[in-house]
């Protein structure tokens, strides 16, 4: 595993690879649907965002409320695709890093290989571990959308897999032609 | 006539919503447990690895798997000679909300599909009220994440398409979900009935222990194909590649008309809850 901090500079970003597994620690804000949606319309009119993108690291995520003497709810990812409308657009303004979980389109990864970004896979459903991995979560904007609010976690050796590296290539497709391609090997054995 | 009381309906729901999130069912942990024992790939086991150590740290930390706590649905099986001494629907929403404050649930509800505003309970749930024989009242809550949700599907197939087209609907749509469905999913499977029933048919063939196939060896034989073509997409824990695409399928199948053949599939992920009680 590929220890990375956050936020990073692109030399690092590049040098991961589609398939590695990383330990993510640093500042990551999460953002889904609803942010996202807020952030267009700012973008759209001209007015600045309530963070600073430039080499951010955004994870698609809404935790559950955190229980007293606790950092965080359960928070892992949720499907990326729903973002996909509005990734191209932040990651052309600086956005280095995107956290989520399945596939991304094509105007995506055309984005992250322009810019030399990346994506990341965690593993959706396992929110109760990833939240052992935050060690801090304060809201940073739009607290009135609830568990949808704009937050600013640290982690610390958040486990994620590079889904989309800045060349290009995509996990989900290269993943599972390898698996079938071993299959069929050992199949014809 | 045996009276159920509507605060005992909200006790057990509030319980029921609560646990659900916490406890992975027995049959699914036993099917991940199998499948990260048999599974040959590196990403698909080390994610089958993740999903275990975090079914045992929730359990342990009393806090939910995963994030999304679910749509709530609920199942009212009420015996005829049973009744619910004043308003069900309400006595449901009011377990919703309670489950979701005392357990640290996530408000995932809008009250408005359209203008989007947080209801902040997590309700209403989905209820679906069945009568049946018996003085007894049986509740059952799933709560339900979206991620696998949205990729479910309803077709209005022709007679003429036939089992085979039933078993490739079913198996593009598993397809398509693709990795953010978070595989390895379980697939509910309604045949039959009409557009809205084969729907729910699909919804309540989740509530089945994946290892219990259905009674009629027929439909028993479709589930181990379908599960065995869905098996062989390659798709594999959360679309990293892999044999683990889904732990289980599950058909239930109703009367229909002459004309059609309707066919739905509901993708649960895996963390498919669901927990039952009889009052």
Known sequence: ?189 | MRVVTPDAVTETVARLFRDANVHLPPDIRAAVDAAAGSEAWPAARRTLETIRENADIAEAGNIPMCQDTGMVCVFLDIGFDARIGGDVYKAVDAGVARGAAEGYLRASIVRDPLRRENTGDNTPAAVYIDLVPGDRVKITVAPKGFGSENASRVKMLRPADGVRGVLDFVVSAVEDAGGGACPPVVAGVGIGGNFDKAALLAKRALLRPVDEPNPDPCYAALERELLERINALGIGPMGLGGRTTALGVSILSAPTHIAGLPAAVNISCHVTRHLSETL
């Open chain 1, 1 to 189: 595993m590929r220890r990375v901090t956050l936020p990073a500079g692109r030399e690092e970003i590049a040098r991961l690879r589609a398939g590695d597994g990383v330990l993510l620690s640093g500042v990551i804000y999460t953002a889904r649907d609803a942010a996202h949606m807020r952030f267009r319309e700012l973008l759209d009119a001209g007015k600045p965002l309530p963070i600073e993108l430039r080499g951010a690291a955004i994870y698609y995520a809404g935790p559950s409320p955190a229980p007293p003497g606790t950092v965080t709810g359960s928070i892992g990812p949720t499907t990326s695709s729903r973002m996909d409308a509005f990734a191209p657009r932040l990651i052309r303004l600086g956005l280095l890093c995107t956290i989520g979980k399945g596939a991304r389109s094509e105007e995506v990864i055309e984005a992250i290989k322009e810019r030399c970004a990346v994506y990341l896979a965690a593993v959706g459903g396992a929110g109760a571990l990833l939240a052992e991995r935050v060690i801090s979560s304060e809201t940073a904007a739009f607290p009135e959308l609830g568990a949808e609010a704009v937050r600013r976690l640290i982690v610390r050796d958040f486990p994620a897999t590079v889904a989309v590296d800045a060349t290009g290539r995509d996990i989900y497709a290269e993943g599972r032609a390898a698996y079938l391609r071993a299959a069929a090997d050992a199949g014809g054995r």
